[in-house]
């Protein structure tokens, strides 16, 4: 056996023993500052150093977790309140038009979307804004948003070239990233934004689905008389 493959057997050995005394360096605390670790990236530090740097590296990495859960806490009471408000604002409503002006408006200012698109199944009485369509539940034309409809699930990105023109006509521009709202038995609602980047798939739709669901809730209301 060569004395280099002793060494590295050596080694191991010794590494498994420390593994096995992990307070070692405790009884020892002198070797921490003789041991040299070597390093990729720089010269050759001592140990102690060594763990210090790496507990300075984790601390930096937990301060990054906690900064971005603290701000997704934000953004969800944000949007609690927001949700709660819109509930409120579609309770008060005392038509059915005025509920969809509700919903068009918290949507609006929420979002920030430079283009709110409406399609209802059913034409609402003293209702009639250019972002409003009034498309029968059957229509052809709804049909790239049949799987949509039936999942109930909002739909955030770029949407697929065939649902474009129906939601937004002419204004494809202003709608490069798009947040689409199925509403069972209502309709659609669909918030576009000239920032392509502004939706995008993976982000977090439960608010959006709560958002549709109350309206839906505040509809029915109207569609019982």
């Not at 949509?148 to 490069?176: H, T, V, W, Y």
Request: hydrophobic content about 45%.
């Amino acid at each position: 056996m060569s004395e280099e493959k002793k060494e590295r057997l050596s080694a191991h050995e010794v590494a498994v023993w420390l593994r096995r005394h992990p307070r070692f360096l405790a009884q020892y605390p002198d070797l921490t500052l003789s041991l040299v670790v070597p390093r990729e990236d720089g010269p050759a530090a001592s140990l102690a150093s060594y763990q210090l740097e790496v507990l300075r590296d984790k601390n930096r990495e937990l301060t990054r977790r906690l900064n971005e859960l603290f701000a997704n806490a934000q953004d969800n009471e944000r949007l609690t309140i927001r949700t709660h408000q819109l509930a409120l604002a579609l309770m008060r409503a005392g038509t059915a038009a005025d509920t969809v002006r509700a919903m068009v408006a918290c949507l609006s200012e929420d979002f920030q979307g430079d283009a709110v698109r409406v399609v209802l199944f059913n034409a609402v009485e003293g209702l009639t804004p250019d972002w409003l369509q009034i498309i029968s539940a059957r229509d052809k034309r709804l049909a790239p948003f049949r799987d949509c409809l039936a999942a109930s699930e909002p739909i955030c990105g770029r949407l697929n070239p065939d649902k474009m023109p129906l939601l937004f006509g002419e204004e494809q521009g202003n709608a490069q990233s798009v947040a689409l709202i199925p509403m069972p038995g209502v309709g659609l609602i669909a918030v576009g934004s000239s920032d392509g980047n502004r939706f995008f798939p993976g982000m977090g739709t439960l608010f959006l689905r709560l958002m549709g669901e109350t309206f839906v809730a505040a509809m029915a209301r109207f569609a019982a008389h």
